[in-house]
């Protein structure tokens, strides 16, 4: 929804701030006055390229500004166009593109009267309006095709990708065994490499490790070794135990000491019995590395690449090996989820052919209660060769029209008046009510070449129309005026300096003089009471 627009120095406006509620808001004022500025100035919100000539004349730039409400987050937009043909757009104060401004905000409103943001006529919108019209009908047929087509797409893609890898292994099944022999032949293990790696120092070294270790052990546990000299340092210190305490601490800290290197000599013991002193030994292990070496090389860079070489090869053997009992199981997997979408597209096109006569007659009375008689509504239906079926089924779904009996029914797109075309947007509109799924709708010319009661029935349309989205109708006629729930009224002013238009809000006594001014230029006592019974009309009709 629309909650408020700031318009300044764009064409004849030097500002104006409107703000907007739900229901229906009306744009009044005489030819000429500037209310299709303001539609202007909503269009560069909605992404609408922009014309440096719309800059107010001595300004240096235009500044349009647009607050809107999703349902779930405020969107903030903001576009300055400057006299020199520049732009600028920020979306929620950050900058932004046309095209950003587009996608965020032109999908929250739809403009009728121009061709301009109107997903009405674009034949792609025009099957999910069916959908949405029909209910649950074609809904739940929807969803099931849908589902069933993505079976389908998986079981195709699951044959496409068994047939390329039978047919990738038969074309290279001897250097695949190749691989998987040479792997197999080696048999490395993961991380084997590392661990050979950190075994090759102590096979390299092993007569010069062994001897440090010794010579350690001697060193620590040997006559006279290191063992022995902290013996005797704590046997002087316990000849005088008890006397000094600082004594006996160092007599404490002497025990653990003898525990610390007891356990070092140990273990230096034990790593010196632990060396291998087999010249073999290092050349198997040397040995081993450059067949894992060779390996990486060839199939790496790392020992996992090889491990996963091998794996991929292999499979790729063994789809070779089975590679036609794999292709049929895949088919007859890809035959049975086609089937099943094949019957969920016909129950789909089944329950939109059933909806669509139900539909066009709901779009004929509604059209003929906006001058339309003899207009005539078809939803054509063109079956899809089965490669070309979408997400939204198989058939492609348009909206055509034909302006009166014997008359060829043609695409929406193809309606040349503005007016004519305002009201179909309208009859379409009333007759999806919340199904389009926009939550602005603004309509001009909507009242293009109509009066009378046909006016009146068109503003009671848009009155309904409004209790589901909100409504925003530049109109001529005071009977569209009358059923609005908001009315602003737009007004050039000229004096010696130039021509300005203003932008107020009316209600009340003056909201009463404006419609007297549309029945009939003046504000006379017979204009004013013909007004106040159109208000009053107006009123009793929306409220039932």
């Known amino acids: 929804m629309l909650t408020e627009l700031h318009v300044r120095d764009l064409a004849l406006i030097e500002e104006a701030w409107l703000e907007f509620g739900p229901g229906m808001t009306v744009l009044t004022g005489e030819t000429g006055a500037g209310k299709t500025v303001l539609l ?6 909605l992404g609408e390229r922009a014309d440096s000539t719309s800059v107010r004349t001595g300004a240096d730039e235009a500044l349009v500004e647009g607050r809107f409400d999703d349902g779930v987050d405020e969107v903030l937009v903001k576009r300055r166009v400057s006299s020199d043909g520049r732009s600028r757009c920020v979306l929620n104060g950050e900058m932004a593109t046309v095209g950003a401004l587009a996608q965020r905000v032109g999908g929250l409103v739809d403009l009728h009267g121009q061709h301009e943001h109107q997903a009405l006529l674009t034949p ?23 589902e069933s087509r993505a079976r389908w797409r998986e079981a195709n893609a699951e044959l496409a990708d068994v047939r390329a890898r039978v047919q990738a292994a038969a074309r290279d099944t001897e250097r695949l065994s190749f691989v998987v022999s040479e792997i197999e032949r080696i048999d490395p293990k993961p991380d ?27 060193s620590l546990r040997g006559d006279e070794g290191a063992l022995d000299r902290i013996a005797e340092a704590q046997a ?13 601490a160092l007599d404490e800290r002497l025990t653990e000491a003898v525990a610390l290197v007891d356990d070092i000599g140990a273990s230096a013991r034990a790593y010196r019995d632990s060396i291998e002193h087999d010249p073999s030994a290092l050349d198997a292990v ?84 906006l001058a339309m008689d003899g207009c005539d509504f078809e939803v054509g239906m063109t079956e899809l060769a089965q490669e070309a079926w979408t997400e939204d089924g198989p058939q492609r779904v348009e909206f055509l029209y034909a302006v009166g009996p014997g008359q060829m029914a043609r695409p929406l797109a193809r309606i040349a008046s503005g007016g004519e075309i305002s009201r179909v947007m309208l009859a379409l509109k009333s007759v999806l009510g919340n199904a389009d799924g926009v939550g602005t709708l603004v309509f001009d010319e909507v009242d293009a070449g109509i009066g009378g009661s046909t006016a009146t029935a068109v503003g009671a349309r848009l009155a309904s129309l409004a209790r589901t989205h909100q409504v925003v109708v530049v109109t001529h006629l005071a009977q569209v005026a009358a059923f609005a729930d908001a009315h602003f009224v737009v007004r050039k002013l000229v004096d010696d ?14 909201r009463l003089a404006e419609v007297a001014r549309m029945l009939s230029g003046g504000d006379s006592v017979t204009a004013l009471a013909h007004a106040a019974e159109l208000l009053e009309g107006a009123q009793a009709t929306s409220a039932r």
């Open 40 to 45: 202007g100035a909503l269009k560069l919100l």
């Open 192 to 218: 084997e490499d590392v661990e050979l790696q950190a075994r090759l120092p102590a096979l390299a070294h092993a007569e010069r490790l062994s001897d440090a270790a010794s010579e350690a052990v001697r």
């Open 124 to 146: 792609a919108t025009h099957v999910g309006y069916l959908d949405r019209w029909a209910g649950d009908v074609c809904l739940a047929a929807l969803a099931a095709y849908r």
């Open 286 to 369: 040397q040995a081993r590395l450059s067949a894992l070496s060779g390996l990486t090389k060839r199939y790496g860079p790392t020992l996992e690449a090889v491990l996963e070489t091998w794996r991929a090869s292999a499979a790729l053997l063994a789809a070779a090996a089975d590679g036609e009992g794999a292709i049929t199981q895949a088919e007859a997997r890809e035959v049975e989820a086609r089937s099943s979408m094949v019957d969920s597209a016909m129950a789909l096109d089944a329950a939109r052919r059933q909806a669509a006569p139900g539909f066009t007659d709901a779009l004929r009375e509604a059209a003929s209660d």
């Open 236 to 248: 002087a210190l316990q000849r005088v135990s008890g006397i000094d305490p600082a004594l006996d």
């Open 497 to 510: 300096e130039g021509a300005m238009t203003m932008v107020s809000g009316v209600e009340g006594e003056a």
